[in-house]
């Protein structure tokens, strides 16, 4: 049986809450125990109540300090300790436990990834952006702790169910797995009307507004990418992308004598939480099932990089090292919103990314001393400003 201590950091987002939802099963099916130490959300109310009453947390925190006596007045009477606010979810963070899933979306989940990385724990990681912006620091702060990080993207989590742990000189390339999002097919002349509910609609993953904007520009490979060389110690020339519709091979690691490891399974993202949480160990829990037979065949091709220019501009940003993938991250946050909120036509998104970058470039962008997360941080302020500027000039000129 399992049996973990944890906090989930961002338990009222679609992660969170399929983590919580494994949790469960886990417990009914007799195959887990779990003990939650903290629960955290960022606006919903209403939902964080009722998940605190459902696993009676030590402590539950709302990253929006306005709504801290509307959870209050929810937990009233509970003996939950009630928290609001960033500082608040970084001390939440530092608790001790066995396992802590950090699904907090955007740059806004660093420090508390960041503050989790230093309690010597097992790391679920969901959030991008602490890998891209600090993923050599962040690494090593784990290590030294004592914890591990175990990927919980469903790319990063294959690949680690096959990568030989202790062993990386076995391997000779990783290669993602893309499913190409909408506009696999699309003419490029036909992408410049594309609306942002165009964008959202991804043939195969249910996922938030603006993740699937990345997918549908590739700019999230991009970043998958990066975390993959940080994650793996790999060089961005041993990593290849593959676009592959059916998104059934969720990535797949070359070794040096020939052999190609894949992890496969139906798109769903309770498969890869799973295995982290269970990890070392697997977990029971109704999965759907993988039927090869009436599926009939799978098709791979190469990413079109005229079409998704982002995902050249993240390798590019992965080669020059520095502050290019932080750059690069904050940007295409910046220009992703910029495009849902209808101020940025789509294929401008890498335009802005592109133009951040020679930007920040030119202005010497460079990370300062002291905590990484801290320091990444204060990059990613720089960048955006940059990159709204970028943005409100190109909306401008449209």
Not at 22 to 43: D, I, K, P, W
Not at 188 to 198: D, N, Y
Not at 225 to 245: C, G, N, R, T, W
Not at 302 to 315: K, N, Q, S, W, Y
Request: proline content about 6%; aromatic content about 4%; hydrophobic content about 45%.
């Amino acid at each position: 049986m399992i049996s973990r201590t944890v906090s989930v950091l961002g338990s009222t987002g679609s992660v969170g809450t399929s983590t919580l939802d494994l949790m469960a099963a886990a417990e009914e099916n007799g195959s887990g125990r779990f003990q939650v130490e903290v629960l955290t959300g960022g606006s919903n109310v209403a939902l964080l109540a009722e998940q605190c009453r459902r696993w009676k947390p030590r402590l539950a925190v709302i990253a929006n300090e306005a709504k801290r006596a509307d959870l209050a007045d929810a937990l009233s009477g509970t003996g939950i300790e009630v928290g609001a606010g960033g500082e608040a979810i970084v001390e939440a963070a530092s608790r001790p436990v066995d396992w802590v899933m950090a699904s907090i979306v955007g740059a806004a989940g660093l420090r508390s990834a960041w503050a989790a990385a230093g309690t010597g724990n097992t790391l679920a990681l969901a959030n991008k952006e602490s890998l891209v912006c600090c993923g050599p620091a962040l690494i090593e702060r784990v290590r030294s702790a004592g914890g591990r990080i175990i990927p919980v993207d469903s790319e990063h989590s294959a690949i680690f169910q096959v990568f030989p742990q202790g062993a990386p000189e076995q391997v000779s390339k990783l290669v993602l797995t893309a499913s190409g999002g909408p506009f696999r097919r699309t003419p490029l002349e036909s992408m410049r009307g594309i609306t942002p509910e165009q964008a959202v609609a991804h043939p195969n993953w249910s996922m938030g507004a603006k993740i699937s904007v990345d997918s549908a520009s590739m700019a999230n490979k991009g970043l998958e990418l990066i975390e993959a060389a940080y994650l793996f110690d790999m060089p961005q020339s041993k990593i290849d992308v593959v676009v592959h519709p059916e998104s059934i091979i969720h990535s797949l690691v070359e070794y040096v004598d020939g052999s190609t490891l894949a992890q496969m399974g139906p798109p769903d993202m309770k498969t890869p939480i799973a295995c982290a949480l269970a990890w070392p160990t697997r977990m029971p829990w109704p999965a759907p099932k993988l039927d090869l037979a009436s599926m009939g065949r799978l098709t791979f091709e190469a990413p079109d990089l005229e079409r998704f220019p982002a995902l050249g501009l993240a390798r590019q940003s992965l080669e020059s090292g520095g502050v290019a993938p932080i750059v690069f991250n904050a940007a295409n946050e910046v220009a992703a919103f910029a495009f849902l909120d209808r101020r940025l036509a789509f294929l401008n998104i890498a335009a802005v990314i592109a133009e951040t970058l020679e930007k920040a470039t030119g202005d010497g962008l460079v990370m300062g001393s002291g905590n990484a997360a801290e320091a990444a941080l204060a990059v990613d302020r720089q960048a955006r400003h940059i990159a709204k500027g970028v943005v409100m000039a190109l909306d401008k000129a449209a």
